[in-house]
């Protein structure tokens, strides 16, 4: 399916089934993450990336899966009290600036972390 066909996002779905989605997804800090430290294994094996900012890439990526599931945690119950209080568009407009807000301060973050690392000083 291309991307300008995807299904219309369904934000009520989506609230109602992040308690359920995140119950099944590995932890931050247990479980199942061997996708993303492989990944970063893999940076690190190709000779981007040297043993430090693998270190420091693994801990940041934890922290902010961590970080991202405390904010849900807060969201979704103000998030709920909107849609009952204020309707579904407002809600939905509210969760959407939130989200963004969220994200830009995730990718901030992000960069900070990636600036510093010895391999993004190279040539």
Known sequence: MAADQLPPFDISTAVASAPAVAAD????????????IGRIEELKGDGGINADDESTLIR???EQR???EQALARIMPEYKQRLA?????????W???TARALGEEHGRE???VVD????????
């Open 25 to 36: 997804r590995p932890g931050p800090s247990g479980g199942d993450n061997r996708e993303w």
């Open 60 to 62: 940041h990526v934890g």
């Open 66 to 68: 961590e970080s991202l």
């Open 85 to 93: 209080d204020d309707g579904k568009e407002s809600a939905d407009r």
């Open 95 to 97: 969760l959407g600036e």
């Open 110 to 112: 992000s960069r900070r």
């Open 116 to 123: 510093g690392l010895d391999a993004s000083q190279s040539p």
